[in-house]
């Protein structure tokens, strides 16, 4: 739940600042509403990764562990520039505001596509525990 309350987090960052609420809020407001925000992404971010950090530790078998976290850590070095070039493209040619709540979107549709398949996998390793 960590995750789909995160990526609503990001697509409210991106909805605040739109022409939606032009006028709403003053740039005061939206400075402590940004830090309000920025610390409920940072929470509901945290909670995951405790989560992910204990279904990690239960579905890799220890002895592969090592080579699996170095992977998975590889992974993300590698996706995180090209993940900051698509995004650079983006507000060339989109607003800020528009590219904002696009990717807190994207976020939200791979949290709900791979939920049922994530909990699948939890409720297998359950079973397997339990016997």
């Excluded at 740039?27 to 971010?45: D, P």
């Excluded at 090592?66 to 995180?80: D, F, H, Y």
């Excluded at 900051?84 to 505001?97: E, G, N, P």
Aim: with cysteine; aromatic share 14%.
């Amino acid at each position: 739940m960590g995750m789909i309350y995160a990526s609503l987090t990001i697509f409210l960052m991106g909805l605040v600042v739109s022409s939606v609420f032009k006028g709403v809020f003053t740039k005061n407001q939206l400075y402590y509403l940004f830090i309000v925000l920025e610390f409920l992404l940072i929470f509901f971010i945290s909670i995951s990764n405790i989560a992910l950090v204990v279904i990690f530790q239960k579905i890799v078998p220890l002895e592969k562990m090592g080579r699996v976290s170095a992977i998975l850590n590889a992974s993300c070095m590698i996706a995180a520039p090209l993940g900051q070039f698509f995004i650079a493209l983006l507000y060339d040619y989109v607003s800020a505001t528009v590219t904002t709540m696009f990717m807190g979107g994207v976020f939200l549709l791979i949290v709900l596509i791979n939920k049922k398949q994530v909990i699948k996998t939890l409720e297998e390793d359950f079973e397997h525990f339990k016997s």
